[in-house]
């Protein structure tokens, strides 16, 4: 009995470290000065818009470690993941909690669906890869698409140099206002160094709805070509589900491979393990 005891203490006594290291650890998304003063569309601001937008194609797929922090308005909690990600298909992360590397959930997500497997309790979830399931998971809703390639570090500018609707100017970066569907897209750009230092998506009113930072950048040389890619990517989302409070999500990258992972993700099935309907939950509880 008094082993047991002293067990439980330890145990209790580990667990109070596991807590106090995390807390004292978090980080929250940073924010930046937005640039303000107005100005025309110059020829080199327009070979700066269309350089940073041949860049995304160049990052295929990544394998890497990140460090991921979530912060909602119901949670705080500090991820350490392993990610595998192919741009437009599937990614993996395995999730571990504290410095130990205890691997606590493994989630899968294919275009259309959803798949996190709760390895402490043995319980498999799965269920559409939609923003709500997503929201549930990760605690943000911004469509797997977008998700996947802030992972990246290099998102998609599908639009052309003539949806632009406004140029401004102000601290160092051009912000470039483009017409995006039902809304727009507010893109800084960094001129000294030619990337995309931020990204906010906002709806038919205006309204930003998601914001995103992309900061600390390494110089990357693949296949010939040579980029700079963010180690750290902050988001925020204002379009909860829950309708209260902001989601943040900061990623920052310890260790990545790119365009090295294999054509094709797999998802292991774990045996005997309770089935769950993601899709009819509120929330996952161990994330």
Known sequence: M??????????????????????????????????????????????????????????????????????????????????????????????????????????????????????????????????????????????????????????????????VTSVKKGGGMLSFTVASGAGSKELVLDPSNRTLTALLLKNGQGKTVTEMHFRNFETLALDGESVLVPKEIDMVLYNSSEGIGEHQLVIAWDERRFNKTRATLRFPLPKKAKVINIDNLSSTPFL
Request: glycine share 8%.
């Open 2 to 163: 008094e082993k047991m005891r002293q067990k439980g203490r330890a145990l209790l006594v580990l667990f109070m470290l596991l807590l106090a290291w995390g807390c004292a650890d978090f980080r929250t998304v940073g924010r930046q000065e937005l640039p303000a003063e107005q100005t025309s569309l110059l020829a080199e601001h327009a070979a700066l818009f269309r350089e940073v937008a041949a860049a995304a194609p160049f990052i295929r797929s990544l394998d890497g470690y990140a460090d991921v922090w979530v912060t909602t308005p119901k949670r705080k909690n500090r991820l350490f993941c392993n990610i595998l990600l192919h741009r437009g298909g599937e990614a993996r992360m395995i999730v571990t909690a504290g410095f130990i590397g205890w691997p606590v959930a493994d989630i899968f997500f294919s275009r259309d669906s959803l798949y996190v497997h709760d390895m402490l309790n043995n319980r498999l979830f799965l269920g559409s890869n939609s923003d709500r399931n997503l929201e549930k998971v990760l605690g943000v809703n911004s469509g797997y698409r977008l998700l996947s390639e802030s992972l990246l570090g290099l998102v998609t500018i599908s639009e052309p140099l003539s949806a």
